[in-house]
């Protein structure tokens, strides 16, 4: 079977070895030197001036909205994970939703202002499978409505923003490590902040009320990560440079073997620095998507439709059309990435859905017009059952 994605596994001895300072050390939770550990090494390779590590990448959305949304309206994106929308429901905010940006998949940060009201206290966007929103105009919208950013950066490791880290910018920002993530601690994820008197809030409120040194200062809930979690990470930390490049090598064999007459990538913003995260492509229809996703399907392959369907479908928030991300949301799909996917596995998942495009498509380019097919009713589809798995027959 092949996923969309595969958790990196660091080998085992080196998790035991990190496990042994568990034990040795008797503390397995509030802090201990494995989170310290792991916060001071994350801190250095993202190069970011703090980072709060918490149980999941949720928490710090949800403790970013408790303190600097105030129950307000949040103008928020509808082309995310569902966690974006509901925390900012959970955290009895209103989420206001503005369309995405075809090209980028972020927030339409030129639909922003129209959606401000005298109620609007803050704008959470998401930086979609680590592309960077337009921060910017962001900022300046934000300013002048005096409206804090946070940032849902749970795509982000790794990715630079004009040569600084991504999670420098917004008022905060997010990250998930998750172990579907990039990168990962089974469960985890962490919180980011330039500001001092931010930081020590966010870092109380993550941790009962209590600050570093124990004083117990204000409300808070328990954020924490153990340090079992801890342990995974700084395993995993230390291949991440070898993650990037594998994932690197699988990216270059989508790129040179799909043909993008039909499909389309997201465009990633200029002056980033990417994290190869994920493989989104856009298919020119839903039915093209569809036959594509049956076909892999009976290969074993699962793609994932991600994110789908668009957030302001959910039966908890009151609908409004959002015409661009209901639209994307129908047609991409997020194609397997993962360390170790083989080259003639990836072959093997290009050679269909260029097949699928062509037998979709062609007809009605050569009539010079549109039919929508139903995947059952592609009649060469169940050629498609190829007998080898890496070889290819052709049609
Ligand atoms: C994964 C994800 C989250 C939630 O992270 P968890 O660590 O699973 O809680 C939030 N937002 C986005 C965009 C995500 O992809």
Not at 136 to 160: M, P, Q, S, W
Not at 378 to 388: F, K, M, Q, T
């Amino acid at each position: 079977m092949t996923p969309v994605t595969k958790t990196f596994l660091p080998p085992i001895e080196e998790y035991t070895r990190q496990l042994k300072r568990v034990w040795k050390s008797k503390l397995i939770t509030n802090r201990g030197q494995l989170v310290l550990d792991l916060e001071s090494k994350l801190k250095e390779y993202l190069d970011v001036p703090s980072i709060i590590i918490t149980a999941n990448g949720t928490l710090p959305i949800q403790i970013g909205l408790k303190v600097l949304a105030n129950m307000g309206e949040v103008i928020t994106t509808p082309f995310s994970f569902v966690a974006t929308t509901a925390s900012v429901l959970w955290q009895n905010c209103t989420p206001v939703f503005v369309d995405i940006d075809p090209k980028f998949l972020t927030i339409d940060e030129t639909k922003i202002e129209e959606a401000i009201t005298s109620k609007t206290t803050a704008i959470l966007a998401t930086h979609v499978f680590g592309n960077p929103c337009n921060i910017e105009a962001i900022e300046l919208i934000a300013t002048k409505h005096n409206l804090k950013v946070i940032y849902d950066g749970a795509h982000c490791f790794g990715v630079k923003y004009n040569g600084n880290s991504i999670f420098k910018y917004g008022d905060m920002s997010t990250c998930s490590f998750h172990a579907t993530k990039l990168f990962h601690t089974g469960e985890g994820g962490a919180i980011f902040c330039n500001d001092e008197e931010l930081k020590l809030q966010m870092f109380y409120s993550h941790n009962f009320g209590y600050t570093k040194e124990s004083d117990l200062v204000g409300l808070g809930i328990n954020g924490k990560i153990s340090e079992l979690q801890a342990g995974m990470g700084l395993s995993v930390l230390s291949h991440i440079e070898s993650i990037i490049a594998a994932r690197k090598e699988v990216i270059k064999i989508y790129d040179d073997s799909l043909d993008f007459t039909h499909l389309r990538k997201i465009e990633i913003r200029k002056n980033t620095e990417w994290n190869n995260s994920y493989y989104p492509v856009i298919f020119e229809e839903e039915e093209m998507l569809l036959a594509a996703l049956e076909a892999l399907n009976k290969k074993d392959i699962f793609p994932r439709r991600y994110f789908y369907p668009s957030l302001n479908n959910l039966n908890y928030v009151r609908y409004s059309k959002m015409r661009v991300s209901e639209e994307i949301s129908k047609r991409i799909l997020c194609l397997p990435l993962f360390v170790n996917l083989k080259a003639k596995k990836i072959k093997l998942i290009t050679d269909v859905i260029n097949r699928i495009c062509d037998i979709t498509m062609a007809p009605q380019l050569l009539n010079g017009f549109k039919v929508n097919h139903s995947p059952s009713s592609i009649p060469a589809l169940n050629e498609l059952s190829y007998n080898g798995e890496e070889s290819v027959k052709p049609l």
